[in-house]
């Protein structure tokens, strides 16, 4: 499990667009966010670097 330090995250639209982002490199991820945290933790084939860019390009800033 692969948790992130994600900002910007403010509503159930922000939620669906990062698992989007992840899905559409690993559909098989699953992604839980947590809106309070601001964190996502990430079931995924993927790099920490790869998720974090993803998400990132997705328009949520990743925390290092």
């Known amino acids: 499990m692969l948790t992130l330090k994600v900002s910007g995250m403010t509503c159930g639209g922000c939620i669906n667009a990062v698992t989007r982002a992840i899905q559409a490199q690993d559909p098989q ?35 290092s």
């Open 29 to 63: 991820a699953k992604v839980q966010a947590d809106l309070a945290t601001q964190t996502v933790s990430l079931e995924t084939s993927l790099s920490a670097a790869k998720a974090s860019e993803l998400i990132t390009d997705a328009g949520f800033p990743v925390a």
